[in-house]
C-alpha cells in the first residue's frame, strides 16, 4: 500500500455532487420508497453514508474485509470482547491500557471472563499461558505505556494453533507503520482519537476483522449495541486520515530525537523506544514496523512521584494532559493518570514505575521539543537541589 493510494484511493468523491470532501449525512433516519425498500440506509445506528465511509477506508487501509467505527476506544474493546462467552479466558499483554485493564477486570470477569496477563514481547509466554478455555490473545504493540513490541507473526501462528483468535490494538503505529491482518492478526482494533484523527479533537474507535464472518458477528454486536460514531466525527476522522502518512513519518522523525537526546541524560534510567537499538524488541519492531511512532516512555534514576509529578508540571511545549497522537506534544504521568485504576503491584509488575513519565511527540520542531525537556529539568533540580 502506498501512501497516495492510502489518503485518495480509498476516500471516493462523492457520486451525486462531486464534493471532493466527504458529505457529512447528519440525519437519524432515510425515507424508504416501500416498506423495507430503501438505497441501503434506513436508521443511522444501524449505517450512515459518511461513517460507511470511515469505515470502508480503515478497512482498506488495514487491509481487512469490514471495518467497524464506534464512539470511542473502549466501546471498540467492548464490542470485541462481546464475541466471547461466559467461562472464556482471554491471554492479554500485561503492560496493557489501564482503560482497557478496566474493561476486562471490573467488568467482564464478573460475566464470568478470565483473563491471564504475561510479557507478550516473550512470544513463548503467550504459548505457555494458553488453556483449552483460551478463547482470544489480546496484544498492543508498541503497548502502552512502555512500549512492548510483540512478535505478531509468531503469535499469529500460536493463535492458529489452538484455535484462538488473535486482536492487536494498532493505535501506536497505526496502519501507515503496521498492518497486523498482514502479519496474522483477525481483529484489529484503534483507539482513533489518537494519531487517525490526530487533532486532538475527536472520541472514536475503529475495528478491522480480517474475513467477512467475523464482520458479520461484528456488526450484529454493534448495531445491537448501538455505540457507533456520529456522522460529524466519522467527517473529522477521514478528514484526520487524509494526512496521516505525513504526521506518522513526522512524529517519528521527532521522537528519534528526543529519544536519542533522553538516552544520553544522567537523571534518566531507562527510555522505552522501539527506535533506540538498545530496546530490548528493535529488531522486532524494525522488522514489522516502517516507522517506529511518536509515544517514548522513561523513567527517573531516583524513583519518586512527587519528582516526576514536579517534572510532568514545568515542561511549556508539553502540554500535561491524557491521550496521544496529536499534533501538539504531550506529557503525562501514567501511574496518576491513564494508568490510576491499574493496581500498584500489577504496574510495577509490567515496568510502569512512580517515575515512569510519557510522552507524545508531536509536530513541534524537535530541538524546541529537547530544550523544552532540559528547561523542566533544571528547574526542578534547582528546586530540590538534586544530584545524580
Known sequence: MTETSSLYQHIPVDPLTGAISTPIYQTSTFVQEAPGKHKGFDYSRSNNPTRQTLENLIA????????FAFASGLAAIDTVIKLLEYGDEIVAVDDIYGGAF?????IYKK???HVRYVDTSR???VADALTEKTKLIWLESPTNPTLKVSNIREIAQIAKANNVLLC???????PVSQRPIELGADIVVHSATKYLAGHSDLIAGLVVTANEELGDKIKFIQNASGSILGPFDSWLCIRGIETLALRVKQHSANAQKVAEFLENQDWVNRVYYPGLSSHKNYDVAA???KYFGGVISFDLKIDDKELASQIVQKTQLFHLAESLGGVKSLICLPCEMTHKSTPSD????????????????GLEDADDLIQDLESAF???????????
Open 378 to 388: 533544571e528547574v526542578v533540580k534547582e528546586k530540590e537541589a538534586l544530584t545524580f
Open 60 to 67: 482498506k487501509l488495514e487491509n481487512g474485509a469490514r471495518g
Open 111 to 113: 460475566f464470568g471472563i
Open 168 to 174: 492487536v490494538d494498532n493505535t501506536f503505529a497505526s
Open 102 to 106: 478496566r474493561l476486562f477486570t471490573h
Open 346 to 361: 500489577i504496574r510495577y509488575q509490567a515496568g510502569v514505575t512512580d517515575s515512569l513519565i510519557r510522552l507524545s511527540v
Open 287 to 289: 522488522d514489522q514496523q
Open 123 to 125: 512470544s513463548q509466554n
